[in-house]
């Protein structure tokens, strides 16, 4: 069973920048990033397909956060620029297995958190005003 090992994460003011970074223990398609902030349901951030590196990036976050992908390490990289507070929220690395996701992210169609099956156990990240 494949799993995700993530690290990254803490504390910035407004404008700053951090790097989340999540490993995964085999090969996947589709991998990248969702959020969850309090009382909210979990939203997607960015995928990246590890054949294709075609990527999915929600409009909130285009412009200040950047999705890559080192293949032959099976690390995902989500670099996030010009924070703002609500960006606060716990991070979760997602991958999945199936060919499907790489289609969704082809479409434009927005990732959904039912589509993913393999997760990581979430980092804090948080910005303060």
């Known amino acids: 069973q494949v799993q995700l090992v993530e690290s990254g994460g803490g504390s910035v003011q407004a404008g700053g920048s951090l790097r989340l970074s999540c490993t995964a223990s085999?090969?996947?398609?589709?991998m990248g990033w969702f959020r969850q902030a309090p009382g909210k349901e979990r939203e997607e951030v960015a995928i990246i397909v590890t054949g294709s590196y075609d990527t999915y990036v929600t409009d909130s976050v285009k412009g200040r956060f950047n999705i890559s992908l080192d293949n032959y390490k099976k690390t995902a990289y989500l670099q996030m620029d010009s924070l703002k507070p609500e960006d606060t929220a716990v991070y979760y690395c997602?991958?999945?297995?199936?060919?499907?996701?790489?289609?969704?992210?082809?479409?434009?169609?927005?990732?959904?958190?039912?589509?993913?099956?393999?997760w990581g156990q979430g980092t804090q990240v948080t910005v303060s005003s």
């Open positions: 997602a991958a999945e297995s199936d060919v499907r996701c790489l289609v969704q992210i082809r479409q434009k169609t927005p990732p959904q958190p039912r589509d993913y099956h393999i």
């Open positions: 085999a090969y996947i398609v589709c």
